[in-house]
């Protein structure tokens, strides 16, 4: 069975010879650990996409404040200033691009590549050995908190303002013209993301999810719905309060953050709205301060409740800032086992 077929099976909850893999290569990964990480993934290759061999990133002196900690600092395409204090690491949103009404309503997203027939040869050439599940950067909690910040945003909700929701329709709109762009280019799949819960509950009550978010997430969702592809999401946060809104929404599969879940609880609800999983291996703790042994424990347990190779789950893998080098090639080599 070849990545391709062992994709298709698990997303279609079909039996598989082996668990498998999806790798994200961070950066920080290689950065820590350089060329053993390297070594490690090309012998043991990923099912979602073509292993190439990464460059050991090297951090450039400036990139130190006097103290000798890293500090950087810099704008991304939508205007939102962050500041980096660990390598590999997100940034905290320290200036925002719309900071009043009148910020909204003026403000302009990045401009789209308009290389389709680029986009149409990529996942051509892509189709021939992976299934094309292709990542997106759509979402709107996560945009908007970027661009005006958290706390402002969670109050913009409440408030219900004609400019915000304007703000929200026209990402919605931005977001589904890139998801179209995947439709038209031959996408079997299509990633989403955004975060929605906190490691106990949901970041704001299920009324409002449903009034302010989920409308949007549709608009964005549905060309991809409608050409039948399968559609992947992730969320941080104990979600499980939305499974059914995702199943309306037409969601396949999910990337769940599973340590705030009962795994066995997780899996009874899987089966029940029929999503597959990908399975990220808890990364806060076992994985950063945990031993060889917890881990390769941890990987067993997955497996005897998800059984992924009897279709419906896959292993994520990534490998983090402050993972110890023998407890991700525990990790990956306790998947190859399975």
Known sequence: MNSRERVMNVLAGKPVDRAAVQYYYSPVGYYEHGEKLNTLYDKYHGDFAPFERHQIPVISKDKYDKNGNYYDINADEWGTTYEFRTYGIMGHASKFPVNTYEDAKNYK????????????????????????????????????????????????????????????????????????????????????????????????????????????????????????????????????????????LGVKSIWPQLPVYDMKELRDALKYYDFSIAIHTDRAVTMTSGSAEEVRELVMLENEIFKPKDGGAWFYVECDTGFPFENIRTLVESVYSL
């Open 109 to 248: 997203f990045p401009e789209m590549s308009n290389d389709s027939a680029g986009l149409k040869n990529y996942i051509s050439d892509y189709k021939k050995k992976y299934f094309s599940l292709m990542g997106s950067s759509a979402s709107i909690c996560e945009r908007m908190w970027a661009i005006r910040g958290f706390e402002q945003f969670m109050m913009d909700i409440y408030d219900d303002s004609d400019e915000i929701n304007a703000l929200m329709d026209r990402l919605a709109e931005y977001f589904r013209l890139q998801v179209e762009a995947l439709v038209l280019a031959g996408a079997e799949g299509v990633s989403f993301g955004d975060d929605f819960g906190t490691q106990e509950s949901l970041l704001f009550s299920k009324d409002v999810f449903r009034r302010v978010i989920k409308p949007r997430l549709k608009h964005m969702m549905e060309p991809a719905v409608k050409a039948g592809l399968h559609i992947h999401f992730h969320s941080c946060g104990k979600v499980l309060e939305l499974f059914d809104d995702f199943k309306d």
